[in-house]
């Protein structure tokens, strides 16, 4: 069986091959323009996969030393995402599929992120608790057998990757923020300022980081960095400390909301998924308090944490396998949910 996987959500276009289970490819061109914009401008992204995709699947196929006419499925994301950069990857991917006359297999974007788990050894065991962390979204899902699964909480303002780019904005730092940071955090005290922690109510598995967004701004204004949009630089230690204390925040709520939902639901693996799982200190603390409180970790490696065509090929491969396959009428949702059962 094989599989080709075509991502385009956002501001990467990537295209992966998997056969029988092992992936052969993974080409990811990233979008570099969006740096000077200071975030991701949907009409420049578009037109980016617009002249893209070609080039990336025939290198996808290349790699994989496969031919078209040797493909079983094609699976694409249909949402959530960018519509006009969905719509570019569904136009290829249909248009492939009907030509070859094989199915076509719509893939929910954060459901591909959850089963990025699944490329390589080890995996989790069903059932298991998977945290998904990126720049637009923040979600726990209970997982209860292959494609049954179970929204838990989400954020209910800005998500912890949108957190960190929007902070490394305040701070001078360029777009994306959240590697910036990361790097910068190394080298400060967690402890120099004391950001909110937001745990919202009791047994409740959402989350929220607006506050803690808006204390760095407050911060920052308080003691003279900051007047509207102007930033004043600020001293090499004291921008680490920053990064390390905002940092700290964001990871204790990420940590304690999953050890405490994994210990609710009786589950024994926690996975972990999505762009901002690539981030070394909620790596170091979760493989930590896993291994205190007797559970196993599972993080993707670094290439497959970031939008990928290996995780779309993945779960296509498996919602293949399980007789699904969708509709030449399937449509782009940018704001797709898995609140549902698939």
């Known amino acids: 069986m094989i599989i080709l996987g075509i991502e385009s959500s956002c501001d990467e276009t990537s295209a992966a091959v998997l056969a029988d289970g092992k992936l052969k490819s993974n080409i990811i061109s990233s979008q570099l323009i969006h740096q000077q914009y200071g975030g991701i401008v949907p009409e420049l992204a578009s037109r980016a996969h617009q002249r893209l995709i070609v080039p990336v699947v025939e290198q996808a196929l290349t790699v994989a030393q496969i031919k078209k006419e040797q493909l079983n499925a094609v699976a694409v994301t249909h949402g959530p995402g960018l519509m006009g950069a969905l719509l570019v990857g569904m136009s290829f991917a249909k248009a492939l599929a009907y030509g070859l006359k094989i199915p076509l297999i719509g893939i929910n974007h954060m459901e591909a992120h959850m089963y990025s788990n699944f490329i390589d050894d080890p995996k989790p065991a069903f059932p298991f608790l998977c945290l998904i962390v990126s720049g637009g979204h923040t979600q726990l899902v209970y997982v209860r057998e292959p494609l049954q699964h179970e929204l838990l909480g989400e954020t209910l303002d800005d998500a912890a990757g949108e957190a960190y780019d929007k902070v490394g904005k305040m701070l001078g730092l360029g777009f ?5 940071i990361d790097k910068l955090a190394k080298e400060g005290n967690p402890n120099f300022v004391k950001f909110p922690r937001s745990y ?5 598995y959402d989350f929220s980081f607006s506050g803690i967004k808006t204390s760095v701004l407050y911060w920052l204004r308080d003691h003279g960095y900051r007047n509207n949009e102007n930033i004043k630089p600020i001293p090499k230690q004291e921008l680490a400390d ?3 204390s905002f940092q700290a925040a964001v990871v204790d709520v990420l940590v304690r909301k999953t050890i405490q939902a994994a ?4 589950v024994q693996d926690i996975a972990v998924a999505g762009g901002v799982s690539a ?5 170091a603390r979760l493989k930590s308090v896993s291994e205190e409180n007797g559970f196993k970790l599972f993080i993707p490696a670094f290439e497959y944490c970031t939008d990928n065509g290996a995780m779309i090929a993945q779960l296509g491969a498996m919602k293949l396998e399980n007789g699904f396959q969708s509709d030449f009428t399937l449509n782009a949702i940018p704001n797709l949910n898995i609140s549902y059962a698939s």
Do not use: M, Y
Not at 200 to 204: A, T
């Open 176 to 180: 994306p923020g959240g590697p910036v």
């Open 200 to 204: 919202l109510d009791p047994g409740k």
């Open 242 to 244: 920053l990064c390390a």
């Open 263 to 266: 210990r609710d639901l009786g």
């Open 279 to 283: 981030n070394s200190e909620l790596r």
